[in-house]
């Protein structure tokens, strides 16, 4: 069994920090309970170039894209995150017609090297960049490989998947394993990635709540935390990130190893497990997937939110 679902809350634990006391703590004590791996699923970009008034058919969008990005990995690094796996490109987005967009979609990612501002944070801050996919896509090794070498050392890491094909990171994966002969997990991480990586505890996506291959990079997942923002593109702030982090950290953590008496707690709280609304559902807002707006029905009952997400 995982470690992680043994986190145990007992009467001698110390109490957790409130979200209002996690949002405004030294950025050390944030650090010491941030995932060291984490995935991080952005979609939606035009729709944010589109709502800040930006063009989405040419070079300028994907500046102004990928700028937006490298803040987001500065305030991921910056809390302590030392892996972080985006994937830039999926399938859906290579199956596209629309027009001067799909073939422009591999020169857009090798702006990260190929623009001085785009690359200066990483040179800066000695984060690395590397790119995934190459091995399926041999047009994709020269820049892998200048990724590597414009950033060949640093504590941190932004893992870019480009995977033009469904299941192409797994057949990368496979052939990893058969060239190297690995036996374990923590060796097949080692062949696939070059280095020993631990899985993602977490998973910060948009959209429909989901998880594909292509969003979660072979070996990545272990038992994994996910939270799904309506915030399309590259939009993040340290405020949601420690709530998050906070959620992930702390109100998760609901494991016991002695259950006497906790299923009859319950029972303070009716309305919210026999009325509770299903989680994914939605409608649409024009083209586009919106989640159902909830209401917790807990009205008339004793509902404790001291140490939880939902405040201080």
């Keep these: 069994m995982d470690d992680s679902l043994l986190v145990e809350e007992t009467p001698d634990r110390a109490a957790p920090p409130t979200l209002d006391a996690f949002l405004a703590a030294p950025i050390e004590e944030v650090r010491r ?37 490298n803040d987001c990995v500065g305030l991921f690094f910056d809390h302590g995150v030392r892996h972080l796996f985006a ?21 857009w990612v090798a702006l990260l090297v190929r623009d001085p501002a785009l690359l200066a944070p990483y040179q800066r801050h000695g984060w690395r960049l590397r790119l995934l996919g190459a091995e399926s896509m041999p047009a ?7 990724f590597a070498a414009a950033t060949p050392r640093g504590e941190h890491t932004l893992w870019c998947s480009v995977v033009s094909e469904t299941g192409a990171l797994w057949n ?15 060796a097949a991480i080692r062949a696939l990635y070059g280095e020993d990586i631990p899985p993602a505890p977490v998973m910060i996506a948009f959209g429909k709540p989901m998880v594909s291959p292509e969003q979660v990079p072979p070996l990545m997942q272990g038992r994994m935390d996910c939270y799904f923002t309506q915030r399309p593109g590259f939009r ?20 016991r190893a002695d259950k006497t008496g906790r299923a009859h707690e319950a029972l303070g ?7 509770g609304p299903m989680l994914g559902l939605g409608l649409r807002l024009g083209p586009f997937w919106y989640p159902v707006p909830m209401a917790l ?12 997400g939902v405040g201080g």
Excluded: C, K, N
């Design 236 to 255: 993040l702030t340290a405020r949601e990130l420690r709530t998050v982090l906070h959620d992930h950290a702390f109100v998760r953590r609901t494991w």
């Design 172 to 186: 990368e994966l496979l052939g990893a394993v058969v060239r190297t002969g690995a036996r374990t997990r923590e």
């Design 140 to 146: 994709l090794r020269p820049l892998a490989e200048a």
């Design 33 to 69: 309970v941030a995932p060291p791996s984490l995935v991080w699923v952005v979609e939606g970009t035009r729709r944010s170039a589109a709502l800040a008034g930006i063009d989405t058919r040419g070079d300028a969008y994907a500046r102004w894209t990928l700028s937006r990005m």
């Design 87 to 107: 994937p830039l490109l999926s399938p859906s987005q290579f199956a596209e017609v629309t027009p001067r967009y799909r073939e422009h979609l591999v020169d």
């Design 269 to 275: 709280f009716r309305r919210a497990w026999e009325e």
């Design 297 to 308: 029905p807990l009205d008339g009952e004793r509902a404790s939110v001291d140490s939880g």
